[in-house]
């Protein structure tokens, strides 16, 4: 599976300063900006065809952009109904089809709920369904990696600790480390250099060398309350304390992309990038 050389600052979807708003313009943009990877949006929908896909492959390798992807919203790994698991794995599956046929290397998704549930017992029935879905990716042959995600909220699946645990079980699963999320689902917390750096040492520890070379990472402005995470929020209005993030990726020599989901995508991917390279 492919994953980058270096650390990579990408938006998170087609950037705003894109004229004529497509996938493959927005790659464009991307290269124009001087950003090295983009992540596609299938947050609604997995919104490109098979037909469409070779299409973005030819433009990303032209421009030597990578390509990472957020699945749909609508997922709960730990849904009661069977057909709504059912339903969650179909949206993962058909988001890293797409994005292996665009040539992009890493799926990310908001694994599930706990639902009053025990977490441990969460922790199982995520697990069972998440064999299934890797169980089908490699069937498939699909050179992707499968990375649940860091959540924003106490109610949600998906503290560091739980996603690390869960990586430990399978060879092509790491975490989505979203920096944004973990302060906002701690109500503030979760914002020095030592907690960040907690974070890194967890995934050396348990899932090796390697996984720090090869991250997914989310890092945003972001408000929240005692309930977690509110909305997405521009750097400099926010208290996410960025640097300190970046000083901690740099002091591990960590290598991936950085995506950003402030509402101003490619401004702070930039600030982000420039910021990275100055430390």
């Not at 992540?39 to 997995?46: H, K, M, R």
């Not at 709504?84 to 990310?108: E, T, W």
């Not at 990586?167 to 689902?185: C, G, I, K, M, Y």
């Not at 995934?203 to 309350?225: D, P, R």
Request: net charge neutral; charged share 25%.
């Amino acid at each position: 599976m492919i994953k980058p050389e270096k650390l990579l600052f990408a938006p998170a979807g087609i950037p705003i300063s894109t004229p004529r708003r497509d996938t493959a313009n927005g790659i464009r943009q991307v290269k124009k900006l001087g950003l090295g990877a983009m992540e596609l949006e299938f947050v609604q929908s997995v919104n490109i065809s098979k037909e469409k896909a070779p299409e973005i492959r030819k433009v990303a390798e032209e421009e030597n952009i990578v390509l990472t992807c957020h699945a749909p919203y609508f997922i709960n790994l730990n849904a009661v109904e069977p057909q709504k698991r059912g339903a969650s794995r179909s949206r993962i599956l058909q988001a890293a089809k797409i994005l292996d046929a665009c040539g992009g290397y890493s799926v990310c998704f908001h694994p599930g709920f706990y639902l009053g549930m025990e977490p441990q017992k969460v922790f199982e029935n995520v697990k069972s369904e998440m064999k299934k879905i890797v169980d089908e990716v490699k069937q498939l042959g699909l050179k992707v990696w499968i990375r649940p995600e860091t959540t924003g909220k106490p109610t949600q699946f998906g503290s560091i600790e739980e996603l690390v645990e869960l990586s430990t079980e399978f060879d092509n699963v790491l975490p989505v480390v979203d920096f944004s999320h973990l302060h906002a689902r701690t109500n503030g917390k979760f914002n020095s250099k030592e907690e960040f750096e907690y974070v890194m040492q967890l995934i050396e520890k348990k899932l090796g060398k390697s996984a720090v070379q090869n991250m997914h990472i989310h890092l945003s402005g972001i408000a929240y309350s005692e309930k977690g995470e509110k909305n997405h929020l521009v750097l400099k209005d926010s208290d996410m304390n960025y640097l300190a993030v970046l000083e901690v990726l740099k002091g591990f020599n960590a290598r991936g992309v950085v995506v950003c989901e402030s509402p101003n995508i490619e401004e702070d991917a930039l600030l982000l990038q420039k910021t990275f390279e100055k430390i």
